[in-house]
C-alpha cells in the first residue's frame, strides 16, 4: 500500500506558541489531502481538505485562522497551529488520496499527539 | 447528507473467538464504498477491508469479512479467531462522490480480546 508519513508523532508546546505538522506521501503524488482531529475515545472528525496549489477547504466551524494549511507540493501539506491553547491539545492525523485514484481509499500518516501546556 | 451509525462502544471477546462489530449507514448516492479501519493504541489508522455498493460478494480479508446488506444498509465487520493483538478501537467509514469522496467515520467501537 501508499505510504504516507506524518512528523513529528509528538509535540509539547507553550500555550501562544505555534506549531507545525508535516504529512508527506512518500511513494505517489496527492493532489488532496485531509486533516482530522481526534479527541480520546472519539471518532475523527474532518478539519480541512487540503489541494495541491490552492487553498485548503475548511469543514464548518473549524477556524482556519487558527488552523493554517498549506499544500505547496504534489507530496507535501502542513497543518500550522497557530497561537496554540491548551485546548487544541489532541491527536490530528492525516490522509492523502493518489491522485490518479479519487475513489479509493485514503493512506494515513501515524498521527501527531500535541499537548499544549 | 451521509451517516455512518455505529452503536456498540465497547465490546469484549474471548480469544479465539469470532466477534461482530455492526455499522450501518445511510446515503442517498446510488454508488459508494464502505471501509473499515482498526486504530490500536498507537493511533495509527490501519485499514482492514473494503466493499463496494455495486460489488455482488461480501468482501474478505483474511481473518475479517464484510457482512454487506444492502437492502438493510448494513456492513457489519466480522473478525474470526480473535487474537490479543486485535485490541483496539475499530472504525467503519464510508465515501461517495457526493461528498467528494471524503471518508465520513463511525463513532467507532472498542473491541478488548481477553486470553
Known amino acids: 500500500g501508499a505510504v504516507v508519513s506524518q512528523h513529528p508523532s509528538w509535540v509539547i508546546c507553550k500555550s501562544g506558541t505555534s506549531v507545525k505538522i508535516e504529512c508527506r506521501s512518500l511513494?505517489?503524488?496527492?493532489?488532496?489531502m485531509f486533516w482530522y482531529r481526534q479527541f480520546p475515545k472519539q471518532s475523527l472528525m474532518l478539519m480541512a481538505t487540503?489541494?495541491?496549489?490552492?487553498?485548503?477547504?475548511?469543514e464548518q466551524g473549524v477556524e482556519k485562522d487558527k488552523f493554517l494549511i498549506n499544500h505547496a507540493s504534489l507530496t507535501l501539506s502542513t497543518l500550522t497551529v497557530t497561537s496554540a491553547h491548551p485546548e487544541d491539545s489532541s491527536f490530528y492525523i492525516c490522509?492523502?488520496?493518489?491522485?490518479?485514484?479519487?475513489?479509493?481509499?485514503?493512506?494515513f500518516g501515524q498521527g501527531t499527539r500535541l499537548t499544549v501546556v | 447528507a451521509q451517516k455512518i451509525t455505529q452503536t456498540q462502544p465497547g465490546m469484549f471477546v474471548q480469544e479465539k473467538e469470532a466477534v461482530t462489530l455492526d455499522c450501518t449507514y445511510d446515503?442517498?448516492?446510488?454508488?459508494?464504498?464502505l471501509f473499515w479501519y482498526k486504530q490500536p493504541s498507537s493511533g495509527e489508522m490501519i485499514f482492514l477491508i473494503y466493499?463496494?455498493?455495486?460489488?455482488?460478494q461480501n468482501a474478505t480479508e483474511g481473518r475479517y469479512s464484510l457482512n454487506f446488506q444492502k437492502a438493510r444498509k448494513s456492513a457489519n465487520l466480522v473478525i474470526s479467531a480473535s487474537q490479543l493483538g486485535d485490541s483496539a478501537m475499530y472504525f467503519c467509514?464510508?465515501?461517495?462522490?457526493?461528498?467528494?469522496?471524503?471518508?465520513?467515520f463511525g463513532a467507532g467501537t472498542t473491541v478488548t480480546v481477553r486470553a
Open positions: 490522509s492523502a488520496r493518489p491522485w490518479d485514484r479519487v475513489d479509493t481509499e485514503a493512506f
Open positions: 511513494d505517489f503524488q496527492a493532489t488532496t
Open positions: 487540503s489541494n495541491e496549489g490552492s487553498k485548503a477547504t475548511y
Open positions: 446515503t442517498s448516492d446510488p454508488s459508494y464504498g
Open positions: 466493499q463496494g455498493s455495486y460489488d455482488q
Open positions: 467509514a464510508m465515501r461517495s462522490r457526493s461528498n467528494d469522496y471524503k471518508l465520513s
